[in-house]
């Protein structure tokens, strides 16, 4: 009587693990940015959020607050991976809000995003109409 053997080979397991690996490979790049696509999402959003509240501010009272409140600079909230401030060279007549990566974000290709009160966009040390712009960085 033959005896029929059930199971893989041990060839054929490492053919699956090798291919597993392999698509492990190549979809983890993509899955890492589209996250911190995402993440940027969110600091463009911080950064027009708080333009907003400074216009309505200067709108009350005449002139830009010298600070951001604390839940609009996201300075206590862990989960964010930017924090939101001020950029050197502010008056009470203009301002340039910075978001600036931090954790698992810093190094990232857009590095620190700039909004101006003229609405004058940046990311990375340049700003729109400069030359090396990464237009990609306010666009997605």
């Known amino acids: ?5 059930q199971g893989f080979t041990l060839i054929e397991l490492m053919i699956v693990a090798t291919v597993i690996g392999i698509l492990g490979a190549l979809a983890y ?3 890492a940015e589209y996250v911190r696509r ?4 969110d600091a463009r959003a911080g950064l027009l ?3 907003q509240w400074l216009e309505r501010a200067a709108t009350a009272t005449g002139a830009y607050p010298g600070s951001l409140p604390a839940a609009l600079a996201w300075s206590g909230d862990n989960g964010k991976r930017y924090s939101i401030g001020f950029a050197a060279g502010n008056t009470a007549m ?3 809000l910075a978001a600036t990566p931090r954790g698992a974000q810093a190094g ?3 590095g620190i995003y700039t909004l101006s ?3 004058l966009r940046g990311a990375n040390g340049k700003t ?6 990464d237009t990609d960085c306010w666009g997605k």
């Open 94 to 96: 203009a301002y340039t």
């Open 49 to 51: 959020q708080a333009q």
């Open 108 to 110: 990232d290709r857009c």
């Open 1 to 5: 009587m033959k005896h029929r053997q």
């Open 38 to 41: 995402g993440h940027r999402a």
């Open 29 to 31: 790049p993509s899955y």
């Open 117 to 119: 009160h003229t609405g």
């Open 128 to 133: 729109s109409g400069q030359t090396g712009y």
